[in-house]
T-cell receptor, first 116, second 116 residues
Framework: DGGITQSPKYLFRKEGQNVTLSCEQN?????MYWYRQDPGQGLRLIYY???????QKGDIAEGYSVSREKKESFPLTVTSAQKNPTAFYLC???????????????FGPGTRLLVL | AQKITQTQPGMFVQEKEAVTLDCTYD???????LFWYKQPSSGEMIFLIY??????QNATEGRYSLNFQKARKSANLVISASQLGDSAMYFC?????????????FGPGTSLSVIP
């Protein structure tokens, strides 16, 4: 089955620690995205990538880093510089902006990050 | 600046009744796309329906329809014949095209509870 997987489902971070959230897709999509969701709020874009070896900052990139070495994978690292990392993190993918404005994003099941 | 407003933090509906979830948007771009997503308690975002800014007819997908009023900048979601499984968070989103990327803005969401 094609889809997006995220791991782990729950992640605990200690103060000063970097942690990495995994996102893998087998939909052959060019574009991938990372969103952060806080309770009672919508999604905010952290980073996005439209093609392998290229990525751009979103609205709230400070304290986060990404890589896109393979088309299928777009891991997100939450660094110690992110002072309030507790949130729900969603990864998404889409075919690419050449598909037009109606292009749908497909989302993974999410990772919930908690600070110890 | 682009913005999505959802003024109903929570809604209740009787099973088998219809319900309308409100969404208003703000953009100066002439071309944009409007989406509705469903987020069950599991966390995954599920695409429901799409409306393009130049589409003449309101979009429909099964029990979902989008009441698009361009002059009022509203894109309300109508769910007919509500089912218990419709209980979830619902997010309105807008895609606009920038020079090098497509920006997707999400509203804060509406929590829908279907009562037996």
């Amino acid at each position: 089955d094609g889809g997006i997987t995220q791991s782990p489902k729950y992640l605990f971070r200690k103060e000063g620690q970097n942690v990495t959230l995994s996102c893998e897709q087998n939909l052959n999509h060019d574009a991938m995205y990372w969103y952060r969701q806080d309770p009672g709020q919508g999604l905010r874009l952290i980073y996005y990538s439209q093609i392998v070896n290229d990525f751009q900052k979103g609205d709230i990139a400070e304290g986060y880093s990404v890589s896109r070495e393979k088309k299928e994978s777009f891991p997100l690292t939450v660094t110690s510089a992110q002072k309030n990392p507790t949130a729900f993190y969603l990864c998404a993918s889409s075919k690419g902006r050449l598909m037009g404005l109606g292009e749908t994003q497909y989302f993974g099941p999410g990772t919930r990050l908690l600070v110890l | 600046a682009q913005k999505i407003t959802q003024t109903q933090p929570g809604m209740f509906v009787q099973e088998k009744e219809a319900v309308t979830l409100d969404c208003t948007y703000d953009t100066s771009d002439p071309s944009y796309g409007l989406f509705w997503y469903k987020q069950p308690s599991s966390g995954e975002m599920i695409f429901l329906i799409y409306q393009g800014s130049y589409d003449q007819q309101n979009a429909t997908e099964g029990r979902y329809s989008l009441n698009f009023q361009k002059a009022r900048k509203s894109a309300n979601l109508v769910i007919s014949a509500s089912q218990l499984g419709d209980s979830a968070m619902y997010f309105c989103a807008m895609r606009v095209r920038k020079t090098s990327y497509d920006k997707v803005i999400f509203g804060p969401g509406t929590s829908l509870s279907v009562i037996p």
